[in-house]
T-cell receptor, first 110, second 112 residues
């Protein structure tokens, strides 16, 4: 069965650079979620989209923005990267309420 | 969303049942109990969820007490691949979906 696809899987950036993470949900899933997991921490909700509209917002820094496109894929844009942004970024998708997670993007900021 | 309390870690012998408890004494009537697990650095994996009746699927069983203040996830025959962090999450089901709030889960170590 098709799963959530995230790209890239690994990303290395310098401080103050920008990064774009992409998420392709499971076909027919209408909701996308973004989570951040720092080293040794539990996943933390960042933002979600339902039918291309922002549906909820968590502890997402102002330097980050996201959107969901007409084909339901989503992109997380991160600017002015800081060392503390180094983390695993997971995307999840759902139709109704069970969320299915992608393999994550590991972002390293040097 | 209601807060949950889980033991920080548990050990289980391979082939035996793993019983993971969760307390959610402030759960509301419209909130479901969800279980997810995360194998090291992989994306969290949905296991099972329920409202008030016991549930079973190919992965696990979920036992919810009658007052709904606690629940137990049961992995009937644990294998080494079940070693993971298990999260008990209580959340309402909304039309447009609802975020998962991960608390401190239980590290389950399955040993041979």
């Amino acid at each position: 069965a098709a799963g959530v696809i995230q790209s890239p899987r690994h990303l290395i950036k310098e401080k103050r650079e920008t990064a774009t993470l992409k998420c392709y949900p499971i076909p027919r899933h209408d909701t996308v979620y973004w989570y951040q997991q720092g080293p040794g921490q539990d996943p933390q909700f960042l933002i979600s989209f339902y039918e291309k509209m922002q549906s909820d917002k968590g502890s997402i820094p102002d330097r980050f923005s996201a959107q969901q496109f007409s084909d339901y894929h989503s992109e997380l844009n991160m600017s002015s990267l800081e060392l503390g942004d180094s983390a695993l970024y997971f995307c999840a998708s759902s139709f109704l309420n069970e969320q299915f997670f992608g393999p994550g993007t590991r972002l390293t900021v040097l | 969303d209601a807060k949950t309390t889980q033991p920080p870690s548990m050990d289980c012998a391979e082939g035996r049942a793993a019983n993971l408890p969760c307390n959610h004494s402030t759960i509301s009537g419209n909130e479901y109990v969800y279980w997810y697990r995360q194998i090291h650095s992989q994306g969290p994996q949905y296991i099972i969820h329920g409202l008030k009746n016991n549930e079973t699927n190919e992965m696990a069983s979920l036992i919810i007490t009658e007052d709904r203040k606690s629940s137990t996830l049961i992995l009937p025959h644990a294998t080494l691949r079940d070693t993971a962090v298990y999260y008990c999450i209580v959340r309402a089901q909304l039309e447009y979906g609802n975020k998962l709030v991960f608390g401190a889960g239980t590290i389950l170590r399955v040993k041979s």
